[in-house]
């Protein structure tokens, strides 16, 4: 695994790193969110871990200008921040991960290996036809009846995450812990929001509606 760390305080970047270099990770170093972007964008990381405060660029515009160019590498922001807020709003602009200061190396790395095996999951799934449903996860491609639907990062992993569980009624705790990996409590706003854009998606216009409301319980894709 090659790893990314952007961290602005010497103490915490080396803990990181020493920490992952143990575990025989290749690791890259940045001090600030400009030089970490810069890094980020051409060394062909596996994961980057990136605090929230960065100098010259912090970890929410680091998001957004990352993933303006990369879809696809996991990001986990540390910050003491504890501003749920801030949280859905990093969540939004296609951060995976959100720790809070202080905490501990066998739980970053827990959630870093948490992350990768859903995304290696995810490239070595085969293409999904669902009724007039098309999903390929490979390049993201989503078609329904034959007409193509862009969707956002978290929306194609819940779609994903909806489909693999075909008419399984799933509750807005699971949805987190295996799309988001946030804390359900915090997070249980942010599922109906996304359920909600990716309706508007996938279901507008369509008679048949594949993501059902199960009041008081959780959502369910199904072509029943």
Not at 22 to 32: F, I, K, P, R
Request: glycine fraction near 6%; aromatic fraction near 8%; proline fraction near 2%.
């Amino acid at each position: 695994m090659k790893a990314l760390v952007i961290e602005n305080n010497p103490e915490i970047r080396a803990f990181i790193q020493k920490g992952l270099q143990y575990e025989g990770c290749l690791v890259d170093t940045a001090e600030d969110g400009e030089t970490g972007l810069q890094k980020a964008l051409t060394g062909g990381f596996d994961v980057v871990v990136a605090d929230l405060l960065l100098p010259k660029k912090d970890g929410m515009e680091f998001v957004k200008e990352f993933r303006a160019q990369n879809k696809e590498t996991p990001i986990i922001i540390l910050s003491a921040i504890r501003d749920q807020d801030t949280k859905v709003k990093l969540l939004d602009l296609g951060a995976d991960d959100y720790m809070e200061k202080p905490f501990s190396f066998g739980e970053l790395l827990a959630r870093i290996r948490v992350i990768l095996r859903r995304v290696k999951c995810i490239e070595h799934t085969e293409i999904m036809q669902i009724g007039d449903l098309f999903v390929n996860p490979l390049t993201r491609e989503v078609k329904r009846n034959g007409k193509f639907i862009k969707l956002r990062k978290k929306e194609f992993a819940l779609l994903s995450y909806l489909i693999s569980h075909q008419e399984e009624v799933l509750n807005h705790a699971i949805i987190l812990e295996n799309v988001w990996d946030f804390n359900a409590k915090a997070f249980s706003n942010t599922v109906g929001a996304h359920i909600s854009s990716l309706r508007g998606k996938i279901d507008k216009d369509h008679k048949r509606k594949l993501i059902k409301t199960v009041h008081g319980v959780g959502y369910m894709f199904s072509i029943r």
